[in-house]
């Protein structure tokens, strides 16, 4: 009988810990964005792999910004209620969040290095919540050193910053000339290339 009582007691030892590794493996979810591979917390998993990029709905996203990261960070860094320079893991994280209308509440933009790339995490909420910080902390190392990964990042800013300096510049320019342009008679306007010039690349 106690032999018995033991078996039963294994089967069910057995049986209860298959359910635990077949719930545990239900709630991942494993992709891969820009060569490295990140496993999806269970609350933002549903979403739509496309483009480089990982999404759902506007509650969660992330994606590889290699190939424009002063667009990506520019905004935020300029347009920001909080920002903040943590590590996390192997990690260097660059955090910053901004109330969202569209969400009807705070919405946050995370900047990190992994392997030899920079991704982004956006989610809903202000605080760093522990799924963002497993996601981070269980993809793969960054091979980008900490100082040289917040130099690029404040690198992007500036040329960012500059950027919308330029267009308001030549925005200013572009209605200056405008207003030139339609001041004049028919007869005076003539051939003026230098607004022409302006023209096209206003709006191209």
Not at 62 to 87: P, T
Not at 144 to 158: M, P, R
Not at 180 to 193: L, P, T
Request: charged letters at 25%.
């Amino acid at each position: 009988m106690i032999k018995l009582k033991n078996m039963r007691e294994m089967i069910a030892i057995i049986f209860i810990t298959t359910l635990i590794m077949g719930c545990a493996h239900a709630s991942q979810q494993t992709i891969e964005i820009g060569g490295a591979d990140f496993e999806i917390p269970s609350k933002y998993q549903g979403g739509e792999l496309k483009d480089n990029q990982y999404s759902l709905d506007n509650n969660f996203s992330i994606r590889c910004v290699d190939n424009d990261v002063c667009g990506k960070i520019g905004l935020w860094a300029c347009e920001n209620d909080f920002s903040e320079d943590i590590n996390i893991g192997d990690h260097p994280v660059r955090h910053f969040c901004q109330y969202n209308k569209y969400v009807n509440g705070n919405h946050s933009h995370a900047y990190f290095a992994s392997n030899h790339s920079v991704y982004e995490i956006s989610w809903t909420g202000k605080e760093i919540n522990k799924d963002i910080e497993k996601l981070i902390i269980n993809s793969p190392a960054s091979e980008i050193k900490k100082d040289s990964f917040y130099s690029a990042l404040d690198e992007s800013v500036s040329i960012y910053k500059q950027q919308r300096i330029d267009k308001l510049n030549q925005e200013a320019e572009y209605n200056n000339l405008e207003a030139k342009y339609n001041s004049q008679s028919h007869q005076d306007r003539g051939d003026d290339a230098q607004l022409k010039e302006i023209l096209l690349t206003h709006y191209n």
